[in-house]
């Protein structure tokens, strides 16, 4: 049965920093396409980052140049690197794995964590 685990996710102040976790099991994630989302409350799940197995990147504009997604091959484990939060960077972050159609879609994405949730206090 494949499963991501997010971790890393908690409250921190403006100007900081996390780093989350998206641990795969179940099967070999390192040809897939993984996405990172998040979804603030009342609003739209939207895609914050893409990686391609062949080491693109993709980021949205509201975090390109403070966020970073890597991936860890051997660990089977997608990150993302947030520098210099903002409060309107709370949302629950959601890992996922791409199956087909557009990349900034939820809908393209197949498995999907269960979130982790990220606080940015002003």
């Known amino acids: 049965q494949v499963q991501l685990v997010e971790s890393g996710g908690g409250l921190v102040q403006a100007g900081g920093s996390l780093r989350l976790s998206c641990a795969a099991s179940?099967?070999?994630?390192?040809?897939?396409?993984m996405g990172w989302f998040r979804q603030a409350p009342g609003k739209e799940r939207d895609v914050a980052a893409i990686?391609?197995?062949?080491?693109?990147?993709y980021y949205a504009d509201s975090v390109k140049g403070r966020f970073t997604i890597s991936r860890d091959n051997a660990k089977n484990t997608v990150y993302l690197q947030m520098n210099s939060l903002k409060p309107e960077d709370t949302a629950v972050y959601y890992c996922?794995?791409?199956?087909?159609?557009?990349?900034?879609?939820?809908?393209?994405?197949?498995?999907w964590g269960q979130g982790t949730q990220v606080t940015v206090s002003s």
């Open positions: 996922a794995t791409y199956t087909s159609g557009n990349y900034h879609f939820p809908s393209s994405y197949g498995y």
């Open positions: 179940g099967r070999t994630f390192s040809s897939d396409t």
């Open positions: 990686s391609w197995s062949g080491d693109s990147t």
